[in-house]
């Protein structure tokens, strides 16, 4: 999948100091099909700041270029769910693998993005 | 029956199951969920047009299949005498009490201990067999309360008891099957099984079966992994070694089939004849034409004889994915 290329050029306009991770993340999403946290992004764009980073992954969101969800994880590391937004996960949540209810708390959570 | 409480238990059911029921026999059947149950459905009985029974196998089908963990057992060679008689059965069930069951299912909505609640005469893929239908509790468990002291945290957990169904199911074709309610909290499936062998004595002994190993379902699966690809997506799968190394797959895409990732693949592919399946976590896919018509979810880990249905399933389909099981292991 090719990325659009207008996107990444206004972005390296707003944070500069971020115009190498930029690119790399460029390639990366261009490769990727699957989601990634943002741990792994990070790992492989090598932002030089973090909160740039992120900041640069919610204008990629805001201009549909990125797709952002939150996954529920169960203790069990089953995969039980993902939601569009923090808002909508229900506070507790069946692991139907094991059978078993949980409270969603914030280690049951990853944030993960995908190229649209 | 009580036809109250079945009214009740009704909501186990899909409500487009219900509806389906009132158009086949041309009643109307608009309104919300509560009407069709607590007005609708009651008059649809009252009138004669509606009968108990097909209401009481909605409520099986709803609740008898999925969300189970499954164990198999096949007669020792020596010891294939095939089915209990009908006289045996009944036998059995006056000596422990619940011969009525063969005649009138009990209608509970929750039980203290287990409970034997049907014993049926079924027709199933090999032939008419029994099925004898428990109702269990467990419990689903709420924090609702952390107390951090000095030494101690004190957490307390709010208990809800839940209806579970554990079902055992004799073959015409000797095979026994355990089904047992996997959902909450309670004991493990295991000490179900060996508790729902001790119902069965004496007539069944469980020393007179072994476990129906679906070893060679795990590795024909797996070998047959490219042809099955429109009808089994893999999500997980562990191969052990000859050294005893164990190397674990799993799609972090859980609609993706593991084998499509290309590095998977090759990896798999290098798992030669010495290797063993230790387990598999996969879909029987829905088929626009034949079963299932919907994804059913299988955990084909745990002990050799075993595997889990994750969700429920229509009886159908659930009919459909044991006898695929049973197929790719021979």
Sequence with gaps: ?116 | MDEKVLFRLLRLARRGEVTQLLKDHRLPYSGSWDELLTNRVPHAVQSGKVQIAELYDLVRAAEEFGRQRVFLYLPLRESRNGPPSEQRVHEWAIHRGVARRMTTPHLVESVDEPEVVHIASDELPSGRGITIKEIDRRHLRRQIEEDDQQALVVVTYEKTFIRVVNIVRIHSDGLVEFRVGTRGAGPTAQATEERLWSLLRPLLEQEDYEPLSLQDTRRNLFQQRAKLAKRIRFSEMQIRTAGGATLRMKHEEHEADLFDDEFIERTAAEADDSSTCDGEYFTFLKQVKGQPRADVRIDLEGPVNSFAVIGHCTPADYEHALTELRRFGR
Excluded: C, W
């Excluded at chain 1, 290329?5 to 790399?24: G, K, M, Y």
């Excluded at chain 1, 909160?51 to 204008?59: K, N, R, T, V």
């Excluded at chain 1, 203790?75 to 937004?85: A, I, L, N, R, T």
């Excluded at chain 1, 693998?97 to 990853?110: A, C, I, K, S």
């Design chain 1, 1 to 116: 999948m090719s990325m659009p290329s207008q996107n990444f050029d206004d972005l390296v306009a707003d944070f500069p100091s971020e115009r190498e991770s930029i690119q790399r993340l460029s390639n990366v999403l261009s490769a990727q099909k699957a989601f990634m946290t943002v741990e792994q992004l990070v790992d492989r764009a090598r932002p030089n700041s973090y909160g740039a980073f992120l900041q640069i992954l919610s204008e990629l969101v805001r201009q549909g270029v990125l797709k952002r969800r939150v996954r529920v994880y169960s203790p069990g590391e089953h995969f039980v769910g993902e939601f569009e937004s923090l808002v909508k996960i229900p506070t507790e949540l069946e692991d139907e693998r094991t059978g078993q209810l949980f409270q969603v708390g914030m280690e049951n959570l990853r944030q993960v993005f995908r190229p649209r």
